[in-house]
């Protein structure tokens, strides 16, 4: 029997092609004692497979962009573009859409949720794919939750995320999406943690980009982040960016970028900054 969702407590690195990279990873972290991950689940790639394997003119658009070279611009957003509308334009079948509710009502349905993409092409030795699809923020309600899903699979196919599939050798026709859906963390400051130095690969040294309000500002280059060093659990070399634009929720769902409201980095609450993305 096919496995449409599957939640974190299911998922460890064995299921990276049913979950993607994120997933596994997330699924990974969630078995750790002493790590808090904001719980939620995968909408599996079976889930993805199911909804577009046998659709007509999505395997004929997909078979004409396998055509492109790289630097065919044109070609590739055209394409893309009509792929992501039919995605887009099919509905989710109602036994998917009822496994989805089930752990959402769980979880509870009012919560505010992150829909992620996670690809099976993602956190790999030889590619990230990070930032290639997309990702949605603070999403309140089954039916909001079911067309971001439907937004998250498309994204496989921006025009960044076909370029750099072909540049790095990656057949479209292999490479599938899992959504991850996540309950919401709002911080006063968020940012990514790199496990070693991403300059000097040094592995002795963490490395943290921060921001205020939502990560998603600093992960889509909207702002220039704060850059803390960090070894042996000692700050040893910051660096403190003007930070003009902040991600923020809104209370009804969704987000809104607004004039930095945030405190100094220095100073924000410890406490409340738990949007950090290993």
């Known amino acids: 029997m096919k496995s449409y969702v599957l939640s974190f407590q299911e998922i460890d690195k064995t299921e990276l ?28 790639t079976e889930a993805y497979k199911e909804v577009i394997g ?3 003119a999505f395997n004929s658009l997909l078979d004409q962009l396998s055509l492109l070279k790289a630097d065919n611009r044109e070609g590739i957003g055209e394409i893309s573009a009509k ?39 993602e956190d790999l030795p030889t590619a990230s794919f990070a930032g290639q699809q997309d990702t949605y923020l603070n999403i309140i309600g089954k039916e909001a939750i079911l067309r971001n899903i439907s937004k998250c699979w498309a994204s496989l196919f921006t025009d960044r995320a076909v370029i750099y599939r072909i540049q790095n050798g990656f057949d479209h026709h292999q490479v599938h999406l899992s959504v991850v859906i996540q309950k919401m963390v709002f911080p006063e400051a968020a940012g990514i943690m790199f496990t070693a130095d991403p300059v000097s690969a040094n592995r002795k040294v963490l490395s943290i980009d921060a921001s205020f309000g939502l990560g998603e500002a600093l992960v889509s280059g909207l702002v220039n982040a704060d850059n803390y060093k960090v070894r042996d659990g000692i700050i040893v070399d910051k660096k403190i960016s003007t930070k003009e634009l902040a991600i923020y929720a809104l209370k009804e769902g969704g987000t809104r970028g607004e004039k930095n409201r945030g405190r100094p980095s220095e100073q924000a609450d410890p406490d409340r900054c738990a949007d950090f993305r290993a």
Do not use: D, W
């Open 17 to 44: 092609a049913m979950v993607g990279g994120k997933g596994a990873n997330l699924g990974e972290l969630s078995g750790l004692q002493g790590i808090r991950v904001p719980e939620g689940f995968c909408v599996t």
């Open 54 to 56: 046998n659709n007509e």
């Open 83 to 121: 792929i992501r509308q039919v995605i887009e334009g099919i509905a989710i079948p109602q036994g998917i859409a009822h496994e989805i509710a089930r752990p959402l009502t769980q979880l509870g349905e009012k919560n505010a949720y992150a829909v992620r993409s996670s690809a099976t092409a």
